[in-house]
């Protein structure tokens, strides 16, 4: 008898949790379909942002006053450099003449002519002389071999008259000027326009860079590309025209403008131009390299 009753209890207690399983389903179906239509239907988009963290405006009027070709400013924390930038028609005027226009070797700081000093493009190349003796304009941007000077000065900062930036450094390499010195190439790291190759690019950097950052750049960074000349390419008998070329990319927004300089590392192999191979008896690795010409996108 007992068997019996309790054979019945378990026939009642699994209807009755089948039944809560069923009323729980129901319930749950229907708390979704409610959710769903309630639902915004913007919600977990956002808002396209510009590429690039602009920072607070400063006012460079006084300076536009003086020289109406000012077109901003850029500063290396912690070093001299700290100038005004100007812009002309042309890439020769301001390498012999300062920032009040007047006759002087070394020169001023300088924006390619061919870049939109307002807009920025892909690409801003700034120029300054290595004075190699008192320190001024861009002689500190040499210092840049150093990876133990790069890691005290990691970010640029590089303003127009309409807007604020900062920028990570990416990149520093040793480059020429003149064909000669590299088997009839010059790397062309100074093209101001969008590129449909800018994944070569960044990989050609990537090989030339004395050491590695650990700063990213993905398509849609703006970059910020500084140069000044540098005698690491000199041989007995003969000046080469050997640069120095500092590749840094804007902050993007809501990133943090500081950077981790213990991840920096040695390049164990950068690639320089045939002649530093040639100087210093060693056989060139990279020869035969295919060589990168910028693909302006149509």
């Known amino acids: 008898m007992e068997n019996k009753s309790s054979s019945v209890a378990k026939k009642v207690i699994i209807a009755v949790c089948i039944v809560a ?38 006012d460079y009027s006084e300076y536009v006053a003086k020289n109406p070709e000012t077109i901003g400013w850029i500063t290396i924390p ?20 300062n920032y009040d226009r007047n006759s002087d070797y070394h020169g001023a ?12 493009d892909p690409n801003t190349i700034i120029y300054g002389h290595n004075s190699y003796t008192d320190g001024k304009v861009f002689t500190n ?21 309409e807007r604020c930036y900062k920028w990570k450094i990416y990149a520093v390499i040793i480059t020429n000027r003149q064909p000669r010195e590299d088997n009839g190439y010059v790397f062309n790291y100074v093209y101001p326009h969008e590129v449909s190759n800018f994944k070569e690019y960044i990989g050609e950097l990537n090989k030339r860079t004395l050491y590695f950052t650990g700063v990213d750049v ?33 902050v993007r927004p809501g990133e943090d403008p500081t ?22 008896g060693l056989n060139n690795p990279y020869a035969n390299d295919q060589r990168w010409y910028p693909a302006e996108v149509k």
């Open 21 to 58: 399983v069923v009323a729980l389903g129901v319930f749950l179906t229907i708390f979704f379909i409610n959710k769903y239509n309630n639902q915004d239907p913007n919600e977990g988009l956002t808002e396209s942002v510009p590429s690039t963290e602009v920072y607070e405006v400063k």
């Open 109 to 120: 700081i300088f924006m390619d002519c061919r870049n939109n000093p307002t807009d920025l």
């Open 141 to 161: 941007l040499a210092k840049y071999e150093n990876i133990e000077f790069y890691k005290q000065h990691p970010v640029v900062e590089f303003n127009t008259l």
């Open 218 to 250: 993905k398509k849609g960074d703006k970059l910020l590309t500084l140069q000044t000349c540098i005698r690491t390419l000199d041989i007995p008998g003969y000046r080469a025209e050997g640069g120095i070329v500092v590749i840094a990319r804007a």
């Open 78 to 97: 912690g070093t001299n450099i700290d100038y005004p930038v100007v812009q002309t028609q042309n890439n020769s005027y301001y390498m012999n003449h």
């Open 259 to 280: 950077v981790d300089t213990s991840v920096a590392k040695i390049n164990p192999n950068p690639k320089y131009p045939q002649i530093y191979y040639d100087k210093h």
